[in-house]
T-cell receptor
Framework: EAQVTQNPRYLITVTGKKLTVTCSQN?????MSWYRQDPGLGLRQIYY???????DKGDVPEGYKVSRKEKRNFPLILESPSPNQTSLYFC???????????FGPGTRLTVT | EDKVVQSPLSLVVHEGDTVTLNCSYE??????LLWYKQEKKAPTFLFML????IEKKSGRLSSILDKKELFSILNITATQTGDSAVYLC?????????FGTGTSLTVIP
């Protein structure tokens, strides 16, 4: 089944403890992206990647890192999480233009 | 700064009503506008619009883009309770995506 998977789906952690949220797609898509969704602010793009080894900042990259060493994987790294990074995170992928994005199921992160 | 504004913020209608959701945008290098439906989980794709004046249609849902006036509308006819969701509009200038905050639609039986 064609899909975008994220792990973990739920995570509660403490301030400053490094964490990684994994994202994987099995559709051979070139474009991958991370978003966070907060009440009243909608979906905001954190980082995106046009292809392997190519990543760019989105609207809200501060406090996050990404890497794209393989086409299928695009992990999101929080080196030192803070409470303001408590949010619902979505990974998405698309085959390229002019196609839509496919979203993963989401990861709910709570930083205390 | 690129911006996407959706209206209304929320809407409550009765089954069978027709609704129109609005999305206006201000972006440079417009490439496409997309509509998504979100029901307490990941957004699911509805439409992608790239050309002005061409209506996209899927069952009771339809959407049209006006690139001159910088807006799009999403119409839902004969609404059903299953249409209750948040509808998101996104605009793609270049390689990024900008989302509006969404319109929350509630359909009452």
């Amino acid at each position: 089944e064609a899909q975008v998977t994220q792990n973990p789906r739920y995570l509660i952690t403490v301030t400053g403890k490094k964490l990684t949220v994994t994202c994987s797609q099995n559709m051979n898509h070139e474009y991958m992206s991370w978003y966070r969704q907060d009440p009243g602010l909608g979906l905001r793009q954190i980082y995106y990647s046009m292809n392997v080894e190519v990543t760019d900042k989105g609207d809200v990259p501060e406090g996050y890192k990404v890497s794209r060493k393989e086409k299928r994987n695009f992990p999101l790294i929080l080196e030192s999480p803070s409470p303001n990074q408590t949010s619902l995170y979505f990974c998405a992928s698309r085959p390229g233009l002019p196609y839509e994005q496919y979203f993963g199921p989401g990861t709910r992160l709570t930083v205390t | 700064e690129d911006k996407v504004v959706q209206s209304p913020l929320s809407l409550v209608v009765h089954e069978g009503d027709t609704v129109t959701l609005n999305c206006s945008y201000e972006v440079t290098n417009f490439r496409s506008l997309l509509w998504y439906k979100q029901e307490k989980k990941a957004p699911t794709f509805l439409f992608m619009l790239t050309s002005s004046g061409i209506e996209k249609k899927s069952g009771r849902l339809s959407s049209i883009l006006d690139k001159k006036e910088l807006f799009s509308i999403l119409n839902i006819t004969a609404t059903q309770t299953g249409d209750s969701a948040v509808y998101l509009c996104a605009v793609e200038p270049g390689n990024q995506f900008y989302f509006g905050t969404g319109t929350s639609l509630t359909v009452i039986p």
